[in-house]
């Protein structure tokens, strides 16, 4: 195939994608939301589109992957009806009953709890769940919230890479390489385990002081706490049976967006005390409008060529060394993501990996270490996920309560405890990749 040659739909869409993507980075300093500044790329990259011929409202509306939105909307649904029930915080009470005060046994339960519920929801739900519970669980003991807290964050960052639901870039890798969920869970689920463990270790160091006090005795009462009995015991099948559909999805012919809606469907059926105006307004329309307006943007790049005549200039090396590549690729999406977002950074690879794909390039690899390296980046700094920063901005709104400065997690302290947690778990995955890069190059299908 003859190598591309630059052009002005190039340029122009180039243009657009780098300051769309800058604007997006760069919400802290101008106040402006993320949201807001996809949206405007859109715009102007449709109407650019038209204008130099390469892109147009019928090819930005195919564009989109609509399975990641309904599917995302959908979870967020679900999430909103079973908080209601009050489950999760008897989970977490029980936990703290069972831990009889020893206090990395609470971290190991409370971390192990995020982690399974991070494999289907995603982490920012999981912890928006747990982190108040675990304030008032170490208030209770009289002891800091901060290494559970940083605990929370950091197991659901990882965690929820080992499932195709865990996490939005997963999401947006699997629809776009269609990689089933059964695929994505065996191929990351040994080597999350590991960096899950690698992270416990860590963490145990690195609070070593905070775990050896002695908590006060306590006790919790939680006897009201489940308020809607039928519905939570009632999720927990609903759960079960969705794990169930998500591993079968496949050969059901099933998108995994409409085993989510199964779940909705039949979990808005059992509520009776489910009010769906109430429930939906729950839904993170913000978010789902942000990744809407990204699938634009891409797609207008992608229909210019820009993003295959970037990639012809990785291709040679892409061929020459695969594994130095996906090593690559892991680091360098794990820096992106805790400098700024792994959303955008993952939806602009895919592009370039599916187009080193379709001229017959093995890129297997390059997916896992794409999910790899967002994953876990988003440990490396305060910012690095959505998870991080409520985490944050909880661990300051106790700081301001308690009047206790040293309740509150700086972007210092998240340095010293979360960066080395984002480089553990990059070296873990490294030498598994090393060892077993045989199994990760393995064709998907």
């Known amino acids: 195939m003859d190598p591309l040659v630059w052009n002005n739909q190039m340029l122009i869409s180039g243009i657009i994608l780098i300051l769309t993507f800058f604007g997006i980075f760069t919400e802290r300093l101008h106040g402006f939301h993320r949201a807001k500044f996809a949206m405007l790329g859109a715009v102007v990259m449709v109407v650019a589109g038209q204008i130099f011929q390469f892109y147009g409202p019928e090819e930005a509306l195919h564009s989109i992957d609509w399975n990641v939105v309904f599917l995302l909307g959908s979870m967020m649904t679900i999430v909103s009806i079973v908080i209601s029930t009050g489950g999760f915080n008897l989970i977490a009470y029980k936990i703290a009953e069972y831990s009889k005060g020893r206090l990395f046994l609470l971290m190991v339960l409370l971390g192990t709890a995020v982690t399974v519920i991070s494999l289907l929801l995603d982490n920012v739900t999981t912890v928006v769940i747990f982190g108040p519970l675990i304030v008032l669980i170490c208030g209770t003991l009289n002891v800091s919230p901060i290494p559970y807290l940083l605990a929370a964050a950091l197991l659901s960052d990882t965690g929820g890479v080992a499932t195709l639901v865990g996490d939005p870039p997963n999401l ?10 059964n695929t994505f869970f065996i191929r990351m689920a040994g080597i999350v385990m590991a960096a899950w463990l690698a992270i416990l270790l860590l963490l145990k160091v690195l609070f070593r002081k905070e775990l050896a006090v002695t908590p006060r005795k306590y006790s919790l009462v939680h006897t009201d706490v489940l308020k809607h009995k039928r519905t939570w015991y009632a999720s927990l099948g609903i759960f079960a049976l969705m794990v169930v559909l998500f591993v079968f999805h496949d050969s059901l012919g099933w998108e995994p967006s409409f085993v989510a809606f199964i779940g909705l469907t039949l979990l808005a059926l059992v509520g009776s005390h489910v009010d769906m105006d109430h429930t939906f307004e729950k839904v993170e329309i913000t978010l789902l409008i ?6 634009v943007v891409v797609g207008g790049v992608e229909h210019s060529h820009f993003l295959e005549y970037l990639g012809q200039f990785v291709m040679p090396f892409v061929q020459e060394n695969l594994l130095m590549a996906s090593l690559l690729l892991m680091w360098g999406a794990a820096v992106f993501s805790a400098l700024i977002d792994n959303i955008p950074f993952t939806a ?3 592009p370039i990996i599916l187009g080193m794909q379709t001229q017959g390039i093995e890129v297997t690899p390059l ?7 967002a994953g876990f980046g988003g440990n490396g ?3 690095g996920s959505t998870a991080n920063v409520y985490i944050v901005t909880l661990s300051e709104r106790v700081a301001k309560t308690t009047n206790n400065p040293a309740m509150a997690i700086t972007p210092g302290l998240w340095f010293r405890k979360g960066t080395p947690a984002m480089v553990v778990t990059l070296m873990v995955a490294s030498v598994l990749m090393w060892l077993f890069f045989d199994f990760f190059s393995s064709s998907i299908r």
């Open 290 to 295: 942000f990744f809407i307006s990204l699938f």
């Open 381 to 383: 700094t305060h910012l």
């Open 348 to 350: 602009a690879m895919i």
């Open 172 to 181: 947006m890798i699997g629809s776009a390489a269609n990689i089933d969920f």
């Open 367 to 373: 997916w896992w270490s794409l999910a790899l390296g």
